[in-house]
C-alpha cells in the first residue's frame, strides 16, 4: 500500500465512522494465532533489513542494523531495500 492509498482509505473511513482511533495490529505467534492490536506511538520511514524472522522477510532496522563501516566509501547500507513507511507501536 502507497502513502497516497494509506491516505485516501483514512479519509473513506473518518467519513463513515468519524474520528477513531488508529491501531496496528500483528500476529502473537500463539498457538491460536492471536491477532494483538498495538497503538501507534510514531510513524516512520525507514531502509527495512531482511530477515528470516518475519513472514514478509523484512524487519524495522536497529541503529547497528542500519549502517556498515566502509573504509573506502564511509557510512553504507547494509542491505538494497525499498524505503517504506511503517506506522510503529514501539519507540
Do not use: F, W
Not at 491460536?32 to 532496522?61: G, M
Not at 542491505?79 to 507501536?89: S, W
Request: hydrophobic share 25%.
Amino acid at each position: 500500500m502507497k502513502t497516497s492509498e494509506l491516505i485516501e482509505q483514512l479519509q473513506e473511513e473518518l467519513a463513515q465512522n468519524g474520528d477513531l482511533e488508529v491501531m496496528t495490529s500483528s500476529n502473537y505467534g500463539d498457538y491460536h494465532r492471536t491477532e494483538q492490536l498495538n497503538e501507534i506511538q510514531s510513524i516512520e520511514a525507514c531502509q527495512p533489513i531482511k530477515t528470516a524472522y518475519s513472514h514478509t522477510e523484512l524487519a524495522y532496522p536497529s541503529p547497528e542494523d542500519v549502517m556498515d563501516e566502509d573504509e573506502d566509501q564511509g557510512e553504507r547500507r547494509r542491505t538494497e531495500t525499498e524505503m517504506v513507511l511503517v506506522l510503529r507501536y514501539t519507540c
